[in-house]
């Protein structure tokens, strides 16, 4: 089976229906581990844990240098643009204060700090994985979950590929400013989520969706975000016209512009292909023959929005 190309991803009748599942599954860790889920829910911190985790899993046994070390992930931040140098090593320390990251023992150079993941933070970006290739599963019933949760050296494999390739997409890296400005503010990533969830399963053909009732002290209360900067968000994209409440006061039903959510998905879909390529790298490299064709039937076409069909993002600001 070969892998999936983005644009075929982006224009698959269920790739908003998985967006919507895999929503619910990254909102479900959030909500089991919520403080580990905050060190990465802005996009600035998701390429740094992306980056150091990657780090972290290219250790090898034969180097005992290898592998996360401050010096080498600032070097990759800084590379990168995404943080300055002093927020990068700041970043690093709180990780290890709350036991997501610990040091290697018994390393033979004393000036070179060597780190690790915990288990904690390496069963979350597991599940993170996992839930990614059971989504992909659904697009051509595929069996990509089963073989991860079989063989956990697809996930060690693919995890750092596709990792370095996001933070080098410009697509990835920079998103478009109709949804930028949520994914840089802290936890601004979940509260796309939480929308995306929301999104119903029949949307009429007009350019507003809507999402039913959404109260922000609510919303604010799941996600521990403040309200000042929950409205900080909400406020931009109500003046672009991203979104909006059909009553004054925000009071009333919820709607999203289509812009708005055809941006979103098409930004996701540059994830979903990474990880598809580095997942098909990972059994190549393993030598784990996958099936020439789907093994078992597409799913029936499921109510969701129309699909997407892949090319650039709008231009709405």
């Known amino acids: 089976m070969r892998p999936l190309t983005r644009a075929e991803i982006a224009?698959?009748?269920l790739f908003p229906t998985i967006e919507k599942q895999i929503a619910e599954h990254l909102i479900a860790i959030h909500l089991r581990t919520p403080r580990l889920s905050r060190l990465k829910a802005s996009h600035r911190k998701w390429l740094m844990t992306h980056s150091l985790f990657a780090l972290s899993l290219q250790r090898r046994d034969d180097d005992p240098l290898s592998g996360l070390t401050a010096t080498r992930f600032v070097e990759i931040v800084m590379k990168l643009g995404a943080a300055s140098r002093n927020t990068a090593t700041a970043f690093l320390a709180e990780l290890v204060a709350y036991k997501f990251l610990r040091d290697v023992p018994d390393v033979p150079d004393r000036r070179v700090r060597v780190l690790e993941t915990t288990e904690a933070a390496y069963e979350a970006m597991k599940s993170w994985f996992i839930g990614h290739m059971a989504c992909l599963d659904r697009l051509d019933g595929g069996e990509r979950e089963a073989l991860a949760l079989a063989d956990p050296r697809l996930f060690r494999i693919a995890q750092p590929m596709a990792a370095a390739h996001l933070v080098e997409d410009p697509i990835w890296r920079d998103p478009p400013d109709s949804i930028g400005h949520f994914l840089w503010s802290d936890l601004g990533g979940m509260v796309l989520h939480d929308l995306i969830v929301r999104l119903p399963g029949l949307p009429g053909p007009a350019d507003r969706i809507d999402v039913g009732r959404l109260s922000l002290p609510e919303l604010g209360e799941v996600y521990m975000i403040s309200a000042t900067n929950l409205k900080r968000m909400f406020k931009k994209a109500e003046t672009e016209g991203l979104?909006?409440?059909d009553l004054p006061r925000r009071r009333g039903s919820l709607w999203l512009s289509r812009n708005f959510v055809n941006d979103y998905f098409q930004w996701q879909s540059a994830k979903f292909a990474a990880l598809e390529q580095a997942f098909h790298h990972a059994?190549?490299?393993l030598g784990i023959n996958l099936p020439t064709s789907s093994s078992r039937p597409l799913p029936a076409d499921q109510p969701g929005l129309p699909a997407l069909t892949?090319?650039?993002?709008?231009?709405?600001?």
């Open 11 to 13: 224009a698959h009748p």
């Open 243 to 245: 979104l909006g409440w």
């Open 283 to 285: 059994t190549v490299e």
């Open 310 to 317: 892949a090319g650039k993002p709008s231009s709405i600001a």
